[in-house]
């Protein structure tokens, strides 16, 4: 007994399960959702689900966070590889540069917060900017500890001008519109 399916040849399709979600970011009338297995949306407005993956154009799996920066309607996923997708306007932008250093084994993008056109990644290796404009690093803060050493950062908060940072030696505050570093 035969059935027909509707897949055109030489053509991929992902088949995973969506039901352990990680991460939630609103933005557009979309709730963007990062799953154990794969990355999806739905939009507020049609009501339909919308299924990304490998195959569309992301750079990975193992998605660590997410966030959606309002002023610059993007969407900043991040994996634990270090690897950080951009997408904007449908495009998806691809920044490689943490997954590919030598100076941390743990790479992940363990959260992200966003402001002022400018992403900020929390990892291993301190604070980590990227220019949502530009689609490039353009700053890291690692040495913001005690006595000017390194941090990793766990989470990250931005209220009013101010970044919080959840770092390895507690609660670290710093205004946005100053040079992290001082």
Not at 107 to 115: E, G, V
């Amino acid at each position: 007994f035969l059935m027909s399916q509707d897949i055109a040849l030489e053509t991929w399709q992902s088949h995973f399960s969506y039901q352990k979600v990680n991460h939630l970011a609103k933005g557009e009338n979309k709730i963007f959702i990062a799953s154990e297995n794969g990355f999806f949306y739905y939009d507020l407005q049609d009501k339909s689900v919308n299924i990304i993956s490998k195959v569309d154009g992301l750079s990975d799996v193992n998605i660590s966070s997410l966030s959606y920066a309002e002023d610059q309607s993007c969407l900043v996923i991040g994996y634990s590889s270090g690897i950080v997708d951009i997408i904007v306007d449908g495009n998806i932008h691809t920044i490689n540069d943490l997954k590919e250093t030598d100076l941390v084994e743990d790479k992940a993008i363990r959260d992200i917060a966003c402001r002022n056109g400018n992403a900020y990644l929390a990892t291993s290796l301190g604070i980590i900017v990227i220019s949502l404009d530009k689609l490039e690093i353009i700053e890291n803060y690692r040495s913001i500890g005690l006595n000017g050493n390194d941090l990793s950062i766990h989470e990250l908060y931005i209220s009013k001008d101010s970044l919080y940072a959840i770092t390895t030696q507690g609660i670290q505050v710093g205004p946005l519109k100053e040079n992290l570093l001082d």
